[in-house]
């Protein structure tokens, strides 16, 4: 079993930068890859980054790509997601969840259903 606390939220002007971790319970963090998800109010849940189990393979959504970047400790059991130049249509919770997989395709995980452990979310907010 995975448990996963994420913080780092808040409120920013459009532009502005925000860094969100997510800490991870349990020994074996490093055979999950950890994705990064987030919700805005009356939308679904949408993915945003994945990061492979071994921290080799990234992969993003086309709204995020290069302003965001998903990294991984896998001594201190942590992912985050370095979030810059937002824009006020990134205002979401943000979640990260963890899925039992080991390889690098890592592309093709992007399915929220396909993730088996999720935070409680952390809130962004963008001002314009």
């Known amino acids: 079993q995975v448990q996963l606390v994420e913080s780092g939220g808040g409120s920013v002007q459009a532009g502005g930068s925000l860094r969100l971790s997510c800490a991870a319970s349990?020994?074996?963090?490093?055979?999950?890859?950890m994705g990064w998800f987030r919700q805005a109010p009356g939308k679904e849940r949408e993915f945003v980054a994945v990061i492979s189990a071994d921290g080799g393979v990234t992969y993003y959504a086309d709204s995020v790509k290069g302003r965001f970047t998903i990294s991984r400790d896998n001594v201190k059991n942590t992912v985050t997601l370095r979030t810059d130049s937002l824009k006020p249509e990134d205002t979401a919770a943000y979640y990260c969840?963890?899925?039992?997989?080991?390889?690098?395709?890592?592309?093709?995980?992007?399915?929220?259903?396909?993730?088996?452990?999720w935070g409680q979310g952390t809130q962004v907010t963008v001002s314009a």
């Open positions: 969840a963890a899925l039992a997989f080991t390889g690098s395709m890592v592309q093709s995980r992007t399915w929220p259903d396909l993730y088996e452990y």
């Open positions: 349990g020994r074996t963090f490093n055979r999950y890859a």
